[in-house]
C-alpha cells in the first residue's frame, strides 16, 4: 500500500507480516539439529570408538542407570508398556526392575556399537565370538538353496545393528532401514552401517533392488516390529493388544514365496547369541481367506516369544500401540489437508 505522509512524502506500507518470534524460534531449533548436532554426534561416535569393549559397557550401564533415575517420564512410560504386555505374570516392584535393566542394556547398547563401529566388518568377522552363529548359518544355507530368497525379520531386541553385520559372513544381505530426515545424521548413520558390514535399502526409495535381489534368492533383512505409522499396515495382536503392523513382509512373502524367519542378536553376558526361529512359509496360509493378516500374526507371535524370554532387551522406551484407528484416520485428514494447501499454492 502507497501512503502519502505530511510534505509530500510517499512511503510503502507492506503487506507481509513479520515471522513471529515463536516461528523464529523453530528456525532456530530446525538449523541446530540440521547444522550444529550432526558434527557433535560425528565427534562423539569417533571419541567412543577409541576406548576398549569391557570399558565402554561399564560406562554404558552406568549411564543407564543414571537414565533411569532422572528420566521420570520415560521410566513411567516404559513402566506402563511393560504393565500392557505382563499384566499378570508380574509385580509392580519386578515391572519397575525390569525397566531399570531396559535402561542399562540401552545404555550398553549405545556405548558399545560405537565401538564395533570403530573396528569394522573384517574385525568383527574375524575375532568377535558369536554363540548360535554355526547353528544359524546352517539352517540358512537350507533356506537359501531353495532359491526363493529369504526374508530375515530383525526385531529391535539386544543389538540389531549387530545383526545387520550377518551380511558379512557370507549371507548377501539387503537391509530395508528408514532414512533419517536430518541429511547429518543420515550421512553419519549410512556410513557407520557400512562399517558394520550392511547392505542398506531405504523405505522411500525404488524397491527394484528389492525385487531383484530376492529374485536372485537372496537374503532381505528387515526390521518390522515397531508402530508402522506412516507405512501401510494392519492392526494384529501383539501382547494381547492391537498394535499396527506393516504388512509388506507377507506382501513380499507371498509374492516371491520366500520363507521369513526371525533373527535376534541378543546378549549373554559378554557375549551375543544369535537366535534363529523356525521358518515362516508362505504355503501355510495357504486357503485363509485373510492370508496377510494371519501371516502377519505368525511372524510377529515369533517375535513376541523373542521378547518374553529376553524382555530387558526390548525397546519398551517405544510406543508400540500408539497408532490406533483414531490417529491413523488423523494424520490421513492432515496430509490430505497439507497436499490441499501445496495444489493451492502452485496453483495461485
Known amino acids: ?192 552401517r557400512e562399517r558394520l558390514g550392511c547392505n542398506i535399502v531405504y523405505q522411500d526409495d525404488t524397491m527394484m533392488p528389492v525385487v531383484r535381489h530376492l529374485r536372485r534368492g537372496g537374503v532381505l533383512g528387515m526390521l518390522p516390529d515397531l508402530d508402522a505409522k506412516r507405512l501401510s499396515g494392519i492392526f494384529v495382536p501383539f501382547f494381547g493388544r492391537p498394535a499396527y503392523t506393516t504388512d509388506s513382509v507377507a506382501q513380499l512373502s507371498l509374492k516371491f514365496g520366500s520363507p521369513v524367519v526371525v533373527v535376534g542378536c541378543v546378549r549373554e553376558g559378554d557375549d551375543y547369541r544369535i537366535e534363529m526361529s523356525s521358518p515362516v512359509r508362505p504355503n501355510s496360509v495357504e486357503g485363509s481367506e485373510y492370508p496377510v493378516r494371519e501371516f502377519t500374526l505368525a511372524w510377529l507371535s515369533k517375535v513376541e516369544s523373542l521378547i518374553r524370554r529376553y524382555p530387558e532387551q526390548w525397546v519398551w522406551l517405544h510406543d508400540r500401540w500408539h497408532s490406533t484407528e483414531e490417529t491413523l484416520a488423523a494424520r490421513r485428514d492432515r496430509e490430505r489437508a497439507r497436499d490441499r494447501a501445496e495444489v493451492a499454492a502452485r496453483s495461485s
Open 1 to 192: 500500500m502507497v501512503e502519502e505522509r505530511a510534505g509530500g512524502e510517499t512511503a510503502i506500507e507492506s503487506n507481509v507480516e513479520e515471522p513471529s518470534a515463536a516461528s523464529r524460534r523453530r528456525v532456530r531449533s530446525k538449523d541446530v539439529r540440521r547444522w550444529i548436532l550432526p558434527p557433535i554426534a560425528r565427534a562423539l561416535v569417533f571419541a567412543m570408538s577409541l576406548p576398549p569393549l569391557w570399558f565402554s559397557r561399564r560406562v554404558g550401564s552406568l549411564l543407564g542407570t543414571l537414565a533411569w533415575f532422572v528420566m521420570r517420564g520415560e521410566r513411567r512410560r516404559t513402566e506402563r508398556r511393560l504393565a500392557i504386555a505382563f499384566p499378570e505374570s508380574m509385580t509392580v516392584v519386578e515391572r519397575r526392575r525390569l525397566a531399570r535393566r531396559v535402561f542399562q542394556h540401552f545404555g550398553r547398547l549405545l556405548c558399545e556399537v560405537p565401538v564395533f563401529v570403530g573396528w569394522g566388518r573384517m574385525r568383527l568377522r574375524e575375532e568377535f565370538k558369536w554363540r548360535g552363529l554355526d547353528v544359524a548359518e546352517t539352517q540358512m544355507r537350507r533356506l537359501v538353496d531353495e532359491g526363493n530368497g529369504v526374508i530375515i525379520v530383525v526385531p529391535h531386541i539386544g543389538n540389531w545393528e549387530l545383526a545387520g553385520s550377518l551380511g558379512s559372513h557370507g549371507w548377501q544381505t539387503l537391509v530395508i532401514a528408514k532414512r533419517y530426515r536430518v541429511e547429518g545424521y543420515q550421512r553419519l548413520m549410512h556410513e557407520c
